[in-house]
T-cell receptor, first 116, second 115 residues
Framework: ETGVTQTPRHLVMGMTNKKSLKCEQH?????MYWYKQSAKKPLELMFV???????ENNSVPSRFSPECPNSSHLFLHLHTLQPEDSALYLC???????????????FGSGTQLSVL | DQQVKQNSPSLSVQEGRISILNCDYT??????FLWYKKYPAEGPTFLIS?????DKNEDGRFTVFLNKSAKHLSLHIVPSQPGDSAVYFC??????????????FGKGTHLIIQP
């Protein structure tokens, strides 16, 4: 049990589908994040939520829509994705919003997404 | 342009020897650096960190060195063990004056420990 749980672990979807990724953290943290890891690229920050409020949207296309109903749950709603959106989507949490020293991110296992 | 660079995609080291993973960064505002370790089908897990006010931090078999003038850090693992085989990500963060920037990651180095 890592403390951050993501479902589903694997997802295959067509370009016209709508699906959602779910993340839940059991660590009592206040900040949650979505990261994207594409093949041969660094982890890219997508969204940041602090106390349920979105504080960062890293120029992510609108076909990705995050939702944070409370500090423990984070969703990523997907619609009309492109094949190049195929990647590993990682959720993470931290005690406070990550602004540097002594803060750590705790990651889930990720959802491996394939868009056909 | 990548702000955190790990120029070695993979590294093979014999069990019992020292593993040295390198990381370079370009943003002089970074003041906190972390190493994460990732096994297949799992998320990254925190390994060790260092603040820019230090040049070395040690935790058991793991030591991170920071050379601020060269904008370079390295992770030393000694002695290397088979369970150390994983992908290692270097990450950095800086005080940017407000907002949550999360972490900036490198592409990772796949460390393979040979028996």
């Amino acid at each position: 049990e890592t403390g951050v749980t993501q479902t589903p672990r694997h997802l295959v979807m067509g370009m016209t589908n709508k699906k959602s990724l779910k993340c839940e953290q059991h660590l009592g943290h206040n900040a949650m994040y979505w990261y994207k890891q594409s093949a041969k690229k660094p982890l890219e920050l997508m969204f940041v939520y602090n106390f349920k409020e979105q504080t960062e949207n890293n120029s992510v296309p609108s076909r990705f829509s995050p939702e944070c109903p409370n500090s423990s749950h984070l969703f990523l709603h997907l619609h009309t994705l492109q094949p190049e959106d195929s990647a590993l989507y990682l959720c993470a949490s931290s005690q406070a919003v990550f602004q540097g020293t002594n803060e750590k991110l705790f990651f889930g296992s990720g959802t491996q997404l394939s868009v056909l | 342009d990548q702000q955190v660079k790990q120029n070695s995609p993979s590294l093979s080291v014999q069990e019992g020897r020292i593993s040295i993973l390198n990381c370079d960064y370009t943003n002089s505002m970074f003041d906190y650096f972390l190493w994460y370790k990732k096994y297949p089908a799992e998320g990254p897990t925190f390994l060790i960190s260092i603040s820019s006010i230090k040049d070395k931090n040690e935790d058991g078999r793991f030591t991170v060195f920071l050379n601020k003038s060269a904008k370079h850090l390295s992770l030393h693992i000694v002695p290397s063990q088979p369970g150390d085989s994983a992908v290692y990500f270097c990450a950095a963060s800086g005080q940017s004056g407000g907002g949550a920037d999360g972490l900036t990651f490198g592409k990772g180095t796949h460390l393979i420990i040979q028996p």
